[in-house]
T-cell receptor
Framework: GQQLNQSPQSMFIQEGEDVSMNCTSS?????WLWYKQEPGEGPVLLIA?????ELTSNGRLTAQFGITRKDSFLNISASIPSDVGIYFC??????????????FGGGTRLMVKP | NAGVTQTPKFQVLKTGQSMTLQCAQD?????MYWYRQDPGMGLRLIYY???????DKGEVPNGYNVSRLNKREFSLRLESAAPSQTSVYFC??????????????FGPGTRLLVL
């Protein structure tokens, strides 16, 4: 099956630092999504990217859809303790009436030290 | 709106036992999905239902069956549980739009331990 390589696997940073994580794939995706998962909860959508080269922000979060359509990154500026969680990238190959199937990266576990 | 709900939240089974995980969404979404999440592996799609009355296999369907009972409900059944099925199971739903990808919304998960 398709695979997304997400890095880093984990990060332990100081409050106030900026964070950067990325996903790469050998396949071209039409859509990139970034989710955050907190302990005991399901993933929650943070940012959706629909066009190659697109740069989208959501508060302190910024994500970009790579020009090659094979990668995406997520930046978090001025991290705070509530940013703790696991961040997942997800890619979608195509839109069809067969459902919007997503392929997920392995996740980046973020820990923030106050 | 409750969004996507799942029951039970936790379950312990013995090898060979069967059980059904329930999922319901109140967002009038057409598509529903079942994933399993294992440490370091992200989420892997087990089965999905693009619309009421249809179901299709995902990446890891072996050992599972599903039923799209109606537009709201999508259940996942383990006929004979195995320790390898110990995992956290997530249900998700999405509105299938035209021309643009629709995002998936996830339930809180069911934590299953098979002994």
């Amino acid at each position: 099956g398709q695979q997304l390589n997400q890095s880093p696997q984990s990060m332990f940073i100081q409050e106030g630092e900026d964070v950067s994580m990325n996903c790469t794939s050998s396949s071209i995706f039409n859509t990139w999504l970034w989710y955050k998962q907190e302990p005991g909860e399901g993933p929650v959508l943070l940012i959706a990217l629909y066009k190659a080269g697109e740069l989208t922000s959501n508060g302190r979060l910024t994500a970009q859809f790579g020009i090659t359509r094979k990668d995406s990154f997520l930046n978090i500026s001025a991290s705070i303790p509530s940013d703790v969680g696991i961040y997942f990238c997800a890619g979608q190959l195509e839109i069809s009436n067969a459902g919007n199937m997503l392929t997920f990266g392995g996740g980046t576990r973020l820990m923030v030290k106050p | 709106n409750a969004g996507v709900t799942q029951t039970p939240k936790f379950q312990v089974l013995k090898t060979g036992q069967s059980m059904t995980l329930q999922c319901a969404q109140d967002m009038n979404h057409n598509s529903m999905y079942w994933y399993r999440q294992d440490p370091g592996m992200g989420l892997r799609l087990i089965y999905y239902s693009a619309s009421e009355g249809t179901t299709d296999k995902g990446e890891v369907p072996n050992g599972y069956n599903v039923s799209r009972l109606n537009k709201r409900e999508f259940s996942l059944r383990l006929e004979s549980a195995a320790p390898s099925q110990t995992s956290v199971y997530f249900c998700a739903s999405s509105e299938l739009g035209e021309g643009i990808a629709e995002t998936q919304y996830f339930g809180p998960g069911t934590r299953l331990l098979v002994l």
